[in-house]
């Protein structure tokens, strides 16, 4: 019940991890990713993603002897480190570009650059062949599998990217060095990561001088079911870092909490601030979805924000693209809404205040 | 007055499926007629005529010097009562609320049953000789039992006249008789009584007149011993003379 | 001795009633007293009563407990009635609410304002519309197109099977389109359509409750003077026409009631499987009896308090997680179903 009903995890053999060899160094490269790391030998640098799919049984191993320059990318999420690397030239293909929401790649959409390699959404394996890609970054929450063996079949390489498993906002923005690799540009990743970080902690820092932590509600109804991030998920520690006291943080889900209204209701009804409220971008409208909204104090108070202020010209939210890999504007953005007075001068960039 | 007047009545299926036309005769209170013919000729389908479950071609139908056409399905059925072939679809029923459906053209909106219909329920069953069955669901029942508890609902429902399409098939040779002599009693105490039949000899017996049906003729009426006498039946239906005394 | 025997029945019929009765209200109780958050009975008394110590639980029990409990019944009642109907209309033991592609119609209506609605979604919030009633709006106009088509093909066709292949037929190709439409549709739109597949009874507050409630107890009692030639359909549609019945008129009318108490229910708590198809069964193996006159309030009775215990079921007392009540009316119904015929005083159930 923990993860999401809908997300149905097949297992599947991985088609040709490279064999263990001996006499790899493992060269501890990253600080906060546990999803991936670099081995060394003789000045060959090997790229291993622990686990590649959620429950996978194998680290995948990757060898990194020629560089990229045709990629195909499969999420929008993907998209923002590899801009942040001056590599966006080199991005060939994407499944359903109405998606992205980075001009920057809607752009190269519209100049023909990039093209769509599946306007339903799914990766059209004709359309992909026909961009002759040097590899393709793909993720795989489970099911995805078989389209990604046929791509491997044909015989293009498939890099398995699994940030969506890490739970810490650093974890998942050291990622960057992952591409950073593959694009060998793995010294601009280095620096970008440093930057983001010491941004980060030096945020962090200032939010834990706060005195007062406000209590936290967030997720919306769907059906009868309140979704809203586990206690231990990417969110949540956000949450933490911004100096704020999530309801649920006493709860150890990294994945998301599958909730009853009257559940949520009794433990965050006088929450301070209800942060995240998915596609209800307004007050009205969370009032015309369900009435009974409008009986927590957050609500009454005037203190429901939600990742809406930056929204692609597609109509997708930023956030979900860019929000990862910059967890140092994320943590900003929600400083400012639980301190205001830390970051006086702070303009928010994706979070903003419902109206 | 007769029950039932038929004049120049064509029956069939349109646009192009007329199976018979120009039929006239008459039925009286008191007579139990039997309508005779070989398969296909259009037996069931002039009593489907007859009850208003089908629209005629031409011709005039009355109920008791109505017109079949300035009567509502609910007056037709306080005139005609019929028992088809088959079973019921249902069979999740007891026998007495089988029969009290009979009370449908007289009941409220709700179908409950005042005084005068239970009394009419309970008439019916005694006529049939099933008081033994009241209680009973209707899939416990054998097929002579189902028939009498058919004909008792026809009863329930209190009127004039009754039709019944081969009311004797499946039946053993003494339900058959028993059958056919309770036809005969509701016949005697006022009510007129059509039945289609295969059972010849048996009908020949009980019923007042015979109309009997062939392809591309005239009905041919007529007293069963008469008409068989005659020989004319045997003709009509395609059989040996000597079948038939 | 026929009046005897129909008034020695009645008081059987009075205690069955009067046992089906406090169930409905036991389950009431229990639904009210019992859910994710922990409120002592006592609590649940005293709300009951006027008096109150704790704002929070009186706000669950007013504004989340009681609405829920209500459209349990609401919908349990409604699906079952309109099951019962469908069933004895088409002389088809596996027929159900919904088995002329009602909730194909509202299915499509809804994939339609999730999928294709954004501009539509805009435009009718500016108007003051509210989501939720887009929802519902556009379930019950999917309901109200495949009904309108199933009527208009009542008036040709004498037959009821072949009404019901084109209801079947006509559902399918709804299913089909609503198939398409999730083909070409993003990841978040996809799973807010599966989750109303999944249905939901907690979702309705007492503004949307308030136009619920009418429409189905017009319905219900409709239903009840439906019984009378419901009964005489028992016997086949030639014997109901030759007993008077206007087997056209009686047709429609029971189509337009099973549909709008099915439509209703679907626009607002989503496809709620399984109440409709197996209750009328459940009824008539318990009691014994093809008479609508009682199957009809003893199936409304007992369509609400299965519903109602299957939502506490779903509520997993003593959890903060619910599970979809679609999963529940199965997973407990069909073995009990299962166990009712295999009992052997039904082992030659008729339907």
């Known amino acids: 019940m923990k993860s999401s009903r809908l997300v149905f995890i097949l297992f599947f053999v991985a088609c040709g991890p490279i064999k263990e060899e001996s006499g790899y160094k493992n060269t501890k490269q990253t600080k906060y990713a546990k999803g991936f790391h670099f081995e060394l030998k003789e000045g060959e640098k090997r790229l291993v993603v622990d686990e590649p799919w959620p429950k996978a049984q194998k680290p995948i191993v990757y060898n990194l002897k020629k560089p990229i320059d045709r990629l195909v990318v499969t999420s929008t999420s993907h998209l923002p480190y590899i801009e942040m690397l001056g590599a966006a030239d080199r991005v060939v293909g994407f499944p359903n570009l109405k998606y992205i929401s980075s001009e920057t790649f809607i752009k190269r959409g519209e100049e023909g650059l990039l093209t769509d390699l599946g306007p339903d959404g799914k990766i059209n394996m004709e359309l992909l062949l026909g961009v002759n890609p040097d590899a393709v970054i793909a993720f795989d929450m489970g099911g995805e599998s078989q389209v990604l063996d046929k791509i491997e079949e044909a015989g293009i390489p498939v890099f398995y990217n699994s940030d969506f498993l890490e739970q810490s906002p650093l974890g998942r923005a050291e990622w960057i060095k992952f591409f950073g690799a593959l694009l060998d540009k793995e010294k601009i990743a280095d620096s970008i990561f440093m930057a983001i970080e010491k941004e980060y902690l030096r945020l962090n820092e200032l939010a834990s001088s706060a005195e007062n932590k406000p209590t936290i509600l967030s997720g919306v109804v769907y059906g009868d079911t309140w979704f809203l991030p586990g206690g231990n998920n990417w969110a949540a520690t956000f949450y933490r870092n911004a100096g704020g006291e999530y309801v649920w943080a006493a709860d150890t889900t990294s994945g998301w909490l599958e909730l009853s209204f009257e559940a949520v209701y009794e433990k965050a009804h006088d929450a301070d601030m209800w942060i995240g409220t998915s596609t209800l971008n307004s007050r009205q409208e969370m009032l015309s979805q369900e009435g009974r909204y409008a009986s927590f104090e957050a609500f009454e108070n005037d203190q429901v924000y939600n990742y809406s202020k930056k929204i692609g010209p597609n109509g997708g939210y930023d956030f979900f693209e860019s929000g990862y890999s910059r967890p140092d504007l994320v943590l900003g953005d929600l400083i400012k809404i639980l301190h205001p007075e830390l970051l006086p001068e702070y303009e928010t960039v994706y979070f903003e205040k419902l109206q | 007055m007769a029950l039932l007047d038929i004049s120049t009545l064509s029956i069939g299926y349109p646009p192009d499926k007329k199976l018979m036309e120009n039929i006239s005769l008459s039925l009286e209170a008191g007579q139990l007629i039997g309508l005779v013919g070989q398969n296909g000729v259009g037996k069931s389908t002039l009593i489907r005529t007859l009850c208003g479950l089908q629209p005629k071609l031409s011709g005039t139908v009355n109920l008791s010097e109505t017109s079949i056409e300035d009567l509502s399905p609910k007056e037709i059925a306080k005139k005609i009562s019929v028992v088809l072939t088959g079973r019921p679809e249902s069979l999740n029923l007891s026998v007495l609320e089988l029969v009290a459906l009979g009370r449908h053209p007289y009941s409220g909106w709700l179908g409950n049953l005042k005084k005068a219909d239970k009394e009419k329920i309970e008439e019916s069953i005694s006529l049939m000789e099933i008081n033994y069955l009241a209680k009973k669901r209707l899939f416990e029942l054998s097929d002579g039992q189902m028939q009498k508890v058919m004909i008792a609902r026809a009863l329930a429902q209190e009127t004039d006249l009754i039709i019944l399409d081969e009311p004797t098939s499946h039946l053993d040779l003494k339900n058959k008789i028993d059958v056919l002599h309770l036809l005969k009693k509701i016949a005697k105490s006022g009510k007129g009584v059509l039945i289609s039949t295969h059972e010849i000899q048996l009908s020949a017996q009980v019923c007042d007149h015979f109309w009997c049906m062939d392809f591309g003729k005239e009905m041919l009426t007529g007293e069963p011993k008469k008409l068989i006498a005659s020989g004319y039946l045997q003709e009509y239906l395609h059989i040996p003379k000597e079948t038939l005394i | ?351």
Request: aromatic content about 10%.
């Open chain 3, 1 to 351: 001795m026929i009046e005897s025997q129909i008034d020695k029945s009645r008081k059987k019929w009075r205690a069955i009633f009067l046992l089906l009765l406090f169930l409905l209200a036991l389950g009431f109780i229990l639904s009210i007293s019992i859910g994710s958050v922990k409120i002592p009975f006592s609590h649940v008394w005293n709300y009951f009563g006027g008096s109150s110590e704790n704002q929070i639980w009186d706000n669950i029990i007013h504004n989340f407990r009681i609405p829920k409990a209500i459209t349990s019944i609401l919908a349990g009642s409604a699906l079952a009635i309109s099951g019962l109907q469908m069933q004895t209309l088409f002389r088809n033991p596996l027929a159900g609410p919904f088995i002329l592609g009602i909730s194909s119609g509202a299915g499509l209506g809804v994939a339609l304002v999730i999928f294709l609605g954004v501009w539509l979604g805009g435009f009718l919030e500016m108007a003051g519309v509210g989501r939720s009633w887009l929802l519902v709006g556009a379930s019950g106009l999917g309901s109200f197109t495949v009904l309108s088509v199933v009527l208009i093909a009542s008036f040709r066709i004498r037959s009821g099977i072949s009404l019901l292949i084109i209801g079947l037929m006509f559902g399918s190709a709804v299913s089909a389109i609503v198939s398409i439409l999730q083909y070409f549709s993003q990841a978040e739109n996809i799973q807010a359509y599966v989750i109303w597949t999944f249905g939901s009874l907690g979702s309705l507050s007492w503004s949307e409750l308030y136009v619920m409630l009418p429409v189905i107890l017009i319905s219900l009692l409709l239903s009840f003077l439906l019984s009378k030639p419901l009964n005489a359909l028992l016997l086949g549609e030639n014997y109901a026409e030759s007993l008077g019945l206007n087997l056209k008129q009686a047709r429609m009318l029971i189509i337009v009631n099973t549909s709008l108490l099915a439509g209703t229910v679907t626009a607002f708590c989503g496809p709620i499987a399984f109440i409709g198809l197996a209750v009328p069964h459940i009824a008539r193996m318990l009691f014994n009896t093809g008479n609508h006159l009682l199957l009809t309030p003893l199936v409304i009775l007992l369509g609400g308090i299965l519903l109602l215990f299957f939502d506490i079921i779903a509520q997993l007392p003593g959890m903060d997680e619910t599970l979809p009540i679609n999963a529940i009316t199965s997973l407990f119904g069909a073995p009990f179903v299962i166990w009712l015929i295999l009992r052997k005083s039904n082992l030659n159930y008729r339907f």
